[in-house]
């Protein structure tokens, strides 16, 4: 067988092609990948900075509320000094009032009032602490209380002092503001009212109580030094700070407001947390992806695998194959199919009927075919011959197998066929053909040799019985014409003068019969040799002797062999051809009587006695058929000279041709029977074979 030569090449190729593909992807994957992950990551910080941003923007907005508190609040009181100044008039009820609004106001430390040359005429203390001034003195404060009613005299309203620290009796010390408020009387200036703020119970009165959690608010210098504070000091990472200016008339105070966003976390909040576990979700889909496209590649691999594999093999195979559609048109060739009609592909798909390498005079005849075939949905799976042309007009017979194409839901969408070129095998057996004429005229010239062999061989004995007649009769008148009587051992027949015409007469019939047998030999010969049988009839075994008796009777007494003959009675008649059977028991006797003349034993002549026996078949194959024997007891046979016994002109005789045996044996196969021989006890060999009982229509 050829091998097929798979394209590993264009296979390696394809794999180089793959790799390049895989690295390629692999880059784009990595690529995809640090994108998502530089998205996310900015997504998550944007998250991050836009909540900040917010929390910032919602402390700058407590802060500028806080201000607006603080400012409100301070204005608050200065209607209350406002209205203090007007209704006390006297220093002791101003005192008493006074007093009554530092119960209400926690934040200021003390309250005076104040002649126009700035001497206290009245003055108050907080009862929320001890004497606020009492280590360093109120006089400390003069240059801070005069510079602010200075201040107020000319804005002719409340202005602040600079703050300034107040070390206290307990160690520590407070932060303090001076508020001067000048009193008009009449349109002139009758005075001042001086309030001392502590700056931190400012704050925790004015802001304290809408400060939340973790926020703390404080008064700091424009530098960032801190004056006063309240709430929770806050301290970390995650600490907001907003800045506003309080700016009171004369002093401009800076009001910071810290918010820690709670304890540290990752995600700073709800959308940053949101923002997050999507981009999880997104990576972990990604992955999922990549897995999945993973296993799509390798599928894919496995199949790209196949489909060359299979192509390969479809462009190897040496037969042509041919997809049609159910319309009839072409939709699928491989190369040896366009080789084998030299067209190519594209010329032979999508083209329906009539095809390219139809020949145009069969043309019509092979469409009728098509539409019958094609509409039957029944094709036969061992195909049928057509003829093909090629574009050049040669015709060239070819084998189509056709099959329904069935694809892989059960849909049957055309048909297949797998088409054989067998102008080689036509040839072939063009050849085988003519070969087998030539070997039949050989046969025939054989044959002739055959016949012309064996008549020879078997007219020898009618000749010979004819010619001894004849020397016998020709002995017999010799004798007749010199008078008187002689026998010679030659004569075979007994002669006496009285019975000379008598004898004359049964030599004539003889030899006129031994000239008849010799034609039936000739005939039978013929027929034999041209194989005819419808000469064959039913004949008594005895008969077949007995019409052979006289020959054998003729030899015997020249050899000096005594015949004898044994027939079962119950033997049934037997078909065959009677000459050639004949035929066969005279070769059979006269071997066994040639066996038994050149035998010469030293202890004296053995007794010379042929022995023909007939009888039925012994086993039960052999039942239906009629066993003849001829028994000698000659010489024997040698296993050398039986292995060729039967071989056409073996011979061990000087005058002998070596075709008696060969001919017995096909004359009894031809009848069906068999031939064979084994030695006789106590010397001799049995020649015996079968013959079949004739069927009892066929007996007479
Ligand atoms: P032919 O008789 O012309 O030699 P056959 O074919 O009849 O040819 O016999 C072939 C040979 O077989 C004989 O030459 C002989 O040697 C041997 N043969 C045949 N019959 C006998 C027999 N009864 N006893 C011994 N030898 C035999």
């Known amino acids: 067988m050829r091998q097929l030569p798979f394209k590993l090449k264009s296979l390696a190729g394809l794999k180089w092609a793959r ?34 941003s917010q929390v910032q923007s919602r402390l700058e907005r407590d802060a500028s509320e806080t201000v607006a508190d603080v400012r409100a609040g301070l204005t608050r009181n200065i209607q209350s000094f406002q209205a203090l100044q007007s209704s006390q008039r006297t220093p002791a009820s101003w005192q008493l009032s006074a007093g009554d609004l530092l119960i209400e106001h926690r934040e200021i430390m003390r309250l005076e009032w104040r002649s126009e040359s700035l001497e206290v005429l009245a003055f108050a203390g907080t009862p929320y602490h001890g004497a606020v001034f009492e280590r360093l003195g109120r006089s400390s404060a003069q240059a801070d209380v005069s510079l602010a009613c200075n201040t107020a005299r000319r804005l002719s309203g409340p202005a602040y002092s600079a703050s300034y620290f107040m070390p206290q009796a307990d160690g520590l010390g407070l932060e303090f503001l001076e508020m001067c408020l000048p009193i008009m009387a009449a349109g002139r200036l009758a005075g001042y009212t001086v309030a001392t703020y ?12 809408q400060l939340g959690r973790g926020q703390s608010v404080s008064f700091t210098e424009a530098d960032g030094t801190r004056l006063a504070m309240y709430g929770m000091r806050s301290r970390g990472s995650r600490v907001y700070v907003a800045q506003q200016l309080l700016d009171l008339p004369g002093n401009t105070l800076v009001l910071r407001l810290e918010s820690r966003q709670g304890t540290p976390a990752f995600f700073p909040n709800l959308l940053t947390a949101l923002v997050t576990a999507m981009s999880l979700a997104l990576l972990a889909v990604l992955f999922l992806l990549a897995r999945d496209m993973r296993r799509r590649l390798k599928v894919e691999h496995d199949l790209g695998e196949a489909l060359a594999f299979r192509k390969a093999m479809e462009d190897s195979v040496l037969t042509g194959l041919r997809a049609r559609d159910l319309d009839g048109r072409i939709t699928y060739v491989n190369p040896a199919f366009c080789q084998m009609v030299g067209v190519d592909a594209k010329d032979l798909l999508n083209h329906s009927f009539p095809s390219p390498y139809w020949p145009p005079e069969l043309a019509e005849t092979y469409q009728q075919r098509q539409a019958i075939r094609l509409a039957e949905n029944a094709l036969p799976r061992e ?34 066929s797998a088409i054989l070129d067998v102008s080689e095998q036509r040839r072939v057996e063009e050849l085988s053909r003519a070969s087998q004429d030539r070997l039949q005229a050989t046969a025939r010239l054989a044959m002739i040799g055959e016949m012309a062999s064996l008549l020879s061989h078997e007219l020898n004995q009618p000749l010979a019985a004819i010619s001894s007649y004849a020397t016998g009769s020709l002995n017999l008148l010799k004798h007749q014409a010199v008078g008187k009587g002689a026998a010679p051992e030659l004569l075979p027949i007994t002669m006496s003068a009285n019975h000379l015409a008598s004898d004359m007469q049964l030599a004539m019939g003889r030899i006129a019969e031994q000239a008849e047998r010799a034609g039936r030999v000739i005939r039978s010969v013929h027929d034999f040799v041209r194989r005819r049988d419808q000469s064959r009839e039913a004949v008594q075994p005895r008969a077949l002797l007995e019409a052979v008796m006289p020959l054998v009777g003729l030899q015997a007494r020249k050899l000096s062999v005594t015949v004898v003959i044994e027939v079962d009675p119950a033997c049934a008649a037997v078909l065959c051809d009677r000459t050639m059977v004949e035929q066969v028991l005279l070769n059979l006797s006269r071997n066994g009587m040639q066996a038994m003349h050149l035998e010469h034993s030293g202890s004296g002549r053995v007794a010379r006695i042929l022995t023909l026996r007939v009888r039925p078949g ?3 194959e052999a039942s239906g058929w009629v066993e003849f024997a001829v028994i000698d007891r000659g010489e024997g046979i040698s296993a050398e000279v039986g292995a060729q016994l039967f071989t056409p002109f073996f011979t061990t005789k000087l005058e002998g041709m070596g075709l008696g045996l060969s001919l017995c044996r096909t004359v009894i196969e031809q009848h069906g029977g068999r031939l064979g021989f084994e030695a006789a006890q106590p010397r001799g060999t049995i020649f015996s074979f079968t013959l079949p009982v004739a069927l009892p229509t066929g007996k007479h």
């Open 19 to 52: 790799l390049q593909d895989g690295v390629r992807r692999s880059a784009l994957w990595i690529l995809l990948l640090a994108l998502v992950v530089t998205l996310l990551g900015t997504l998550v910080w944007l998250a991050g900075r836009y909540e900040a």
């Open 383 to 416: 195909g049928h011959e057509s003829v093909f042309m090629r574009p050049d007009g040669t015709r060239f017979p070819v084998l189509i197998m056709e099959a329904p194409l069935i694809n892989a839901v059960g849909k049957h969408t055309g048909w297949m």
């Open 618 to 620: 012994r086993s039960i």
């Open 198 to 209: 502590a700056l931190q119970d400012v704050l925790a009165e004015f802001v304290g109580k």
